[in-house]
């Protein structure tokens, strides 16, 4: 219990970094002020427990940073990403605030909370002299994952390649704080189909509806949803033509597919890429493709639960859930390099991408050490 009554005792001093960090606006798109959210992150290790700072540069997005602590053959990969959805000046809008036992503020549960989780378990284990000797603990943290890791994804599939196990810093499936042992992956695409344009009163029979082609494609795509097992194509927008009496010749629709498992994202694929028209004279294209591989549940990957679930039970004499989600992240890129991996251990809370999201204060110290101690056991 060292670590817990340690890590209750620090949590003025995480509340005060929390505050800094949720205060620094952090867009994805917005490269010069994820400057100054990763210059915020490189004093606090240094200042925190010190390690070896690796900052990958990029002229488009936020820089990457890896920082590794310790000198083992054994290579253990946390992944953050401190890039939030909200735009510029959100934090003056809604800084950071307390209430109620909750932390409120932009981005603090999706997860500047988690990524502090793991700064302020590195250095308990430090602190306590129970980094383990045999292992390199790395933290990965990317700037570009709320919009698709763009420019992250090689390098987080590099340092996966030479993990022994990753944790993901996401949060945990709400509300009551299960780990995520699957999720499913993405694929995007977009549809596009040419007609012939014509007078809708005067020349209807010359003219070929792209809006009338789009919507047969749109049918069979939806039919092709599969709840029993975790198959969904949706198309989430329509685009086309110029004015109700003119028969459309462009049309334009986007589709997202969620799956399960891998096989399933390349027969999906597979659909998509031979969709051919249906009325004589018009011409489709289909382009995109998958763009995060399932995190398939495996039996390394839950034995990483089992061990959290262990650990939980023996240090607070609470229980531990798992669940899956349809929802994406960089774990799907780690997991799919094959490396045992175990997502949701950044902050409780709820309410991603909203003006409510929250994070619970007390659960801080208990997430914590289970993070410290997945670290010391795995």
């Not at 867009?27 to 606090?44: C, D, F, R, T």
């Not at 284990?125 to 990317?142: A, G």
């Not at 031979?274 to 004589?280: C, D, G, I, N």
């Not at 859930?321 to 991996?341: L, M, Q, R, W, Y």
Request: charged fraction near 20%; include cysteine.
């Amino acid at each position: 219990m060292a670590l817990y009554t340690y890590l209750q005792e620090q949590l003025p001093s995480f509340m005060q970094h929390l505050e800094e960090s949720v205060n620094i606006d952090s867009p994805s798109k917005h490269k010069s002020q994820s400057e100054k959210m990763i210059a915020w992150y490189i004093k606090v290790m240094h200042k925190l427990t010190g390690g070896r700072v690796h900052r990958y540069t990029n002229p488009t997005y936020g820089d990457q940073l890896r920082w590794e602590v310790g000198t083992g053959r054994k290579r253990i990969l946390l992944v953050g990403h401190y890039d939030t959805v909200w735009p510029l000046q959100e934090s003056i809008k809604r800084p950071f605030r307390c209430q109620d036992g909750k932390a409120y503020g932009p981005g603090v549960y999706d997860m500047k909370a988690g990524i502090l989780q793991a700064i302020f378990a590195i250095q308990a284990l430090s602190r306590f002299n129970r980094l383990p000797k045999d292992k390199t603990i790395v933290l990965l943290l990317t700037g570009d994952e709320e919009i698709g890791s763009p420019t992250s994804r090689l390098i987080l599939e590099e340092e996966a390649k030479k993990a022994e196990v990753a944790f993901i810093l996401e949060p945990p499936v709400a509300p009551h704080g299960a780990l995520k042992t699957w999720r499913k992956g993405s694929s995007q695409y977009t549809i596009q189909v040419s007609g012939v344009s014509a007078h809708a009163g005067v020349d209807h029979d010359k003219g070929i509806s792209a809006i009338q082609e789009i919507t047969y494609h749109i049918q069979h795509l939806h039919s092709l949803t599969n709840y029993a097992n975790g198959t969904t194509v949706n198309v989430g927008t329509i685009t086309g033509g110029v004015g109700r009496n003119v028969v459309a010749d462009y049309a334009e629709a986007e589709v997202d597919v969620r799956v399960q498992s891998q096989e399933e994202a390349e027969r999906i694929h597979q659909l998509m890429m031979s969709l051919q028209p249906v009325l004589p004279g018009t011409k489709l294209v289909v382009k995109g493709g998958i763009n995060r591989p399932p995190m398939e549940k495996t039996e390394k990957s839950y034995a990483l639960f089992a061990l959290a679930k262990y650990i939980c039970e023996q240090e607070f004499s609470c229980s531990l859930t798992e669940e899956g989600t349809g929802g994406v992240s960089d774990g799907n890129f780690v997991a799919a390099c094959g490396v045992p991996t175990l997502d949701g251990l950044g902050a409780s809370g709820d309410y991603a991408h909203s003006p409510r999201e929250f994070i619970w204060v007390k659960d801080i110290p208990k997430r914590t050490t289970l993070l410290a101690r997945l670290l010391e056991e795995c």
